[in-house]
Nanobody, 127 residues
């Protein structure tokens, strides 16, 4: 079974940046679309960004457009979420997830579509 492990979370001041990583093991990520989701205390899990198998298609939630960038390095079996201009509303546990698919150039930000999840990494934006 595909295993995902996130890293890179932490405490950052408003306006700062963080880069989250998600490394897969046991199977190659080549056949998976990848997504990042987050869940803040008392709120439902929401989609942040996703990237297709080919990397040619990406999707972002409106709340992070222009501030976050998703990428993947299949040779390293790792994907990334570069986050900048962080604000307190970005505080949440961030999860990476993988969706096995035959579609090369599309991804979806629907949590129920994703079968494999990491354990999450905490991101706290506070002064």
């Amino acid at each position: 079974q595909l295993q995902l492990v996130e890293s890179g979370g932490g405490l950052v001041q408003p306006g700062g940046s963080l880069r989250l990583s998600c490394t897969a093991s046991r199977f190659t990520l080549d056949y998976y679309a990848i997504g990042w989701f987050r869940q803040a205390p008392g709120k439902e899990r929401e989609g942040v960004s996703c990237i297709s198998r080919s990397s040619r298609s990406t999707t972002y939630a409106d709340s992070v457009k222009g501030r976050f960038t998703i990428s993947r390095d299949n040779a390293k079996n790792t994907m990334y979420l570069q986050m900048s201009s962080l604000n307190p509303e970005d505080t949440a546990v961030y999860y990476c997830a993988a969706l096995i698919t035959t579609v090369q150039d599309m991804c979806v930000l629907k949590a129920h579509e994703y079968s494999y999840w990491g354990q999450g990494t905490q991101v706290t934006v506070s002064s």
